[in-house]
């Protein structure tokens, strides 16, 4: 119910952009660098969207600046964009590393992303920070999200609906379910933009969406509850197939999200695993 309720004042609450900073080349990087570190796998989703949610604001109190200290019409708002762009551009790695090394503090089980491990990092691609700099590259994040940095993560949703699914009585692998919904995560964030895609086409019978309909799509592309049905749904189907109408079922009951949106979600990602256009 926690989970659901923070789902749904998230999607209540949603930005105009959301989902612009989890293209795929950000999030390969992320997940790359989280695996160089040894991080919990909850750890490169919190990253993800730590950067997302900060970056987003970020971009946003800039313009709003920029844009309230510049005047002359559109040649100066197209300067003063650029302005930002540059910014942006300079400190995006800095900031990346930032929202790894504080969702590597999140995690108190597993390694943790010292000062000297980023500085030793951001040395190898060139860049001379120093200590001082990333520490205050930690507090902007930190400030401009005003310490709100614990956000659940699609993989606690993914895990908390598999106990209750075990919890009801769903006789499912546990373990090995767990570790394909681990790499379907993965798979869905890295290639988001195809899967949410043909989701959307799927949705409006149409293979030629107009931006309206993108942007109302937004909700459902950042529904981190309808993301973890999907992705054990999707898991069931390829484990234990005889198993996935009663899974379906329970995930309804539990969520209230239809049959037919799960059906749908899974399909999009399996035609995104197969390359297939067949139905």
């Known amino acids: ?5 923070e789902n749904e004042h998230y999607l209540s609450e949603l930005p105009e952009h959301a989902g612009s900073f989890k293209d ?8 790359l660098l989280s695996e160089k570190w040894h991080l919990d796998q909850s750890t490169r989703y919190q990253a993800v969207e730590l950067l997302e949610r900060f970056m987003i604001k970020q971009v946003e109190q800039m313009w709003e600046s920029s844009s309230g200290s510049v005047k ?8 003063s964009w650029s302005s930002v762009r540059d910014q942006i551009v300079n400190t995006f790695v800095l900031r990346l590393v930032s929202c790894i090394q504080l969702a590597s503090k999140l995690s108190l089980h597993y390694s943790r992303v010292t000062s000297d491990i980023a500085l030793k990092f951001l040395q190898s691609l060139k860049f001379s920070y120093t200590k001082q700099e990333l520490l205050e590259s930690e507090l902007a994040v930190l400030n401009t999200l005003h310490f709100h940095i614990n956000v659940s993560t699609p993989l606690a949703y993914v ?4 106990e209750v699914l ?7 692998p546990a373990k090995h379910l767990h570790h394909v919904c681990v790499q379907l995560l993965d798979f869905c964030y890295l290639t988001r933009e195809t899967i949410y895609d043909t989701l959307l086409k799927i949705a409006i019978e149409n293979s030629t969406p107009s931006k309206l309909q993108e942007a109302r799509f937004l909700t459902v592309k950042e529904d981190f509850m309808l993301l973890a049905v999907g992705i054990i749904s999707t898991g069931v189907f390829i484990l234990s197939p005889g198993h996935w109408d009663q899974v379906v079922e ?3 009951c ?4 239809t049959p037919q949106s799960i059906l749908e979600f899974s399909y999009a990602v399996l035609r995104r695993i197969l390359g297939s256009t067949v139905p």
Do not use: D, K, M
């Not at 119910?1 to 309720?5: M, S």
């Not at 795929?24 to 997940?31: D, N, Y």
């Not at 002359?72 to 300067?79: E, F, L």
């Open 1 to 5: 119910i926690h989970l659901a309720t």
């Open 166 to 172: 075990g919890h009801n009585g769903c006789l499912l």
């Open 72 to 79: 002359g019409g559109a040649q100066g708002q197209g300067s």
């Open 250 to 252: 329970h995930l309804n």
């Open 254 to 257: 539990i969520t209230g999200i």
């Open 159 to 162: 895990e908390l609906l598999l």
């Open 24 to 31: 795929t080349r950000i999030v390969e990087f992320i997940f």
